[in-house]
């Protein structure tokens, strides 16, 4: 099958499961080292020279993608126009790269085995499987449509075998003809909604019933004007930022008027107190600084006491009281950001799943659970579990917590995030003037599915790299990421490598010489918003080539840009700004020549990143709005919001 032909069928793969190449690279010298640690060559050895194997002479990854078009100047390790290539030194080849500065940097493995997979797609759950899902008992694999040829019927004891693919495990088996799995992707239903979960209903009817609230800091930061700009004698005058806010969130609700009238919205600010609006038809109740204290669960479930009676009217009956409720609003006192969010969350919750929390801030927490303003070290652990409660309370209930914050204003968001994340929400740093706009994109964005999480399987003889220890197997196959809501564009990406060649000699059942594919499989585990519980399998094989060239050669510079913005933005949460600069930089030269366009995005970043770079205590919230503002364009900018998980 030649690379054309490959590449049409790995394009065509349904749109969910994408390769930055078609090809999975294995290089040569790699192989070799494998064939002496089968031969018993000592352990030592062979880690050292696996080790400095990625960036040797042969298998040199800054010459590889750099050095045809580039040459690098290790004193500032820039790129300069040249036809030839630099010899690359001794420093180099050992597995350190030289990142902007001049000084080494952390070792860093970049080729094309990068994968992504588009959660959202979920959204169109068929073709539907019969039966249930058979998993490999040794790998945790699920039978699929490559098992076929796998399956034998056992001679003796007339049972169907199945050799998994994956692991080479073999699994005793009772299935059905139609039952075996046809198609490279397929839906499993594994539990029926429960009983009163929520109406069967047209689409647009749960779209329009989802309940909106927007959590609005009315503190006294709020009510700070932007800088006046002198024109000759005349001085504008200029709005506060609660005006931009309150303005906003007026001409949001005029919208909603128009276009889904069955919504229901309300309003929670937060000060020194929090006051919980409502739909606005109810005296506002105010939960004063002894309620604010309380534990997480106290303040939420007093909350959801109250989202009956305060949010029962749809907009088309509460605008008026939404308009008069939102013009008396005023700025003063401290910030109980926390509070306010576990308060908005208990109103939004009751809603349909796809509600929405908005919240918009200009500064830090400083009051009541959640504050973060002059936190002491002892305090990070419980303030990190408060914004964890928060999040998972979301995820569980189907509610998207989007957080928008003032640009010139210091917000945390290292801690904030994480509810976003998980929540799939929105994190923006903006212009107050550019508000309504930025709304409008943020209610725009429906969850399609909530509670999921990804399981990714790979061949045994490959591991995961770049991934955090706790989200792996201990044979480094098997990845488990929790995404929590999903969107339509919320995607994941990830690495894979060979696994050391002293761990693929201990595995004797496989010649490795004869492997030419290699199977990739995601298990996106979610509940759509019937309440039905479902897992969609995905499967799919890669040719191997040993040869860089054709790895290369057909490359999804789209998916190269992704991950290079969510690796970055996952090394800025941890204050790795170098590194998030350095990883921005060496993506930006393994996307394809063919590609400009894309290439010259990834580089933007980079830019972008060294311009922004942060020495102090790490926030997250001017890379986003560095990844945001780079990759605008060809790229669409709401697939590289961050995820932890991104991920």
């Known amino acids: 099958i030649n690379a054309e032909y490959m590449g049409t069928i790995n394009r065509k793969f349904i749109g969910t499961m994408k390769c930055a190449s078609n090809f999975a690279y294995i290089s040569k010298r790699k192989m070799g080292i494998l064939k002496d640690a089968q031969a018993g060559k000592k352990r030592g050895d062979l880690e050292a020279s696996f080790d400095s194997e990625e960036y040797g002479d042969e298998d040199d990854a800054m010459n590889d993608f750099m050095g045809e078009d580039k040459k690098i100047s290790l004193a500032t390790a820039k790129p300069t126009s040249s036809l030839t290539a630099k010899p690359m030194t001794a420093s180099i080849r050992a597995k350190r790269i030289m990142p902007p500065g001049g000084k080494k940097g952390p070792k860093q493995e970049i080729d094309t085995n990068i994968v992504q997979i588009e959660i959202g797609t979920v959204e169109n759950s068929g073709p539907y499987a019969t039966g249930s899902p058979i998993f490999c008992v040794h790998c945790q694999s699920i039978l699929n449509s490559h098992s076929t040829s796998n399956i034998k019927k056992d001679e003796i004891s007339h049972k169907s075998i199945w050799t998994c693919e994956f692991c080479n495990g073999k699994n005793e088996i009772v299935i059905a003809e139609e039952e075996i799995p046809k198609s490279d992707t397929l839906t499993y239903v594994v539990e029926a909604p429960a009983l009163g979960h929520g109406k069967v209903e047209e689409k647009a009817t749960v779209e329009d019933d989802i309940t909106v609230v927007f959590c609005i800091d009315v503190s006294g930061s709020m009510d700070m004007k932007k800088k006046p700009v002198r024109k000759g004698m005349m001085v504008p005058v200029q709005p506060s930022r609660l005006h931009c806010v309150k303005t906003a969130i007026a001409t949001q609700m005029n919208e909603m008027l128009k276009t889904a009238p069955k919504r229901k919205v309300g309003f929670v600010t937060f000060d020194t107190k929090v006051t919980l609006y409502g739909d606005g038809s109810q005296k506002p109740i105010i939960f004063e600084k002894d309620k604010i204290h309380k534990g997480f669960f106290d303040l939420l479930e007093e909350a959801v006491n109250y989202s009956a009676t305060y949010m029962a009217n749809p907009i088309s009956t509460a605008h008026s009281a939404l308009v008069s409720t939102l013009g008396a609003i005023q700025a003063e006192g401290w910030t109980a950001l926390g509070p306010g969010l576990v308060v908005a969350l208990g109103l939004a919750a009751q809603g349909k799943p796809g509600s929405k929390v908005i919240l918009c801030t200009d500064g830090l927490a400083n009051l009541g659970g959640g504050a973060v303003e002059k936190m002491k070290p002892a305090d990070a652990p419980a303030v990190k579990e408060f914004y964890t409660k928060a999040a998972e309370y979301g995820n569980q209930h189907g509610v998207g917590v989007s957080i928008i914050t003032i640009v010139e204003s210091e917000c945390r968001l290292d801690m904030l995030s994480p509810v976003a994340n998980l929540t799939g929400g929105d994190i923006m740093r903006v212009d107050p003037f550019n508000l309504s706009a930025d709304f409008a994109g943020t209610l725009a964005d429906k969850i399609i599915a909530t509670s999921v999480s990804v399981k990714v399987k790979l061949h045994k003889g490959l591991q995961f790299r770049k991934e955090q220890e706790k989200d792996l197997s ?74 860089k060239e054709e790895a290369k050669k057909f490359t999804d510079a789209n998916v190269i840009g992704q991950h290079a913005a969510i690796t970055a933005a996952r090394m800025a949460e941890k204050g790795d700004y170098k590194g998030a600069r350095t990883n921005a930089y060496m993506y930006s030269n393994l996307a394809p020549t063919q590609s400009l366009a894309v290439k010259s995005q990834v580089k933007g970043l980079y830019q972008e990143i060294m311009k922004n770079e942060i020495s102090r205590a790490p926030q997250t919230d001017s890379l986003t709005s560095c990844i945001n503002k780079a990759f605008q364009g060809k790229i669409a900018k709401k697939q590289l919001r961050i995820q932890q998980n991104i991920f």
């Open 474 to 547: 201990p044979d480094l196959s098997l990845l488990t990421k929790i995404v929590g809501n999903a969107r339509r564009d919320t995607t994941i990406t990830f690495e894979y490598c060979m696994k050391k060649p002293t761990a693929l000699a201990l595995i004797t059942d496989i010649d490795w010489e004869k492997i030419t594919i290699l199977p990739f499989q995601s298990q996106i585990c979610y509940t759509a918003l019937d309440g039905k519980k479902c897992i969609k399998v995905i499967t799919r094989v890669q040719s191997i080539t040993h040869e």
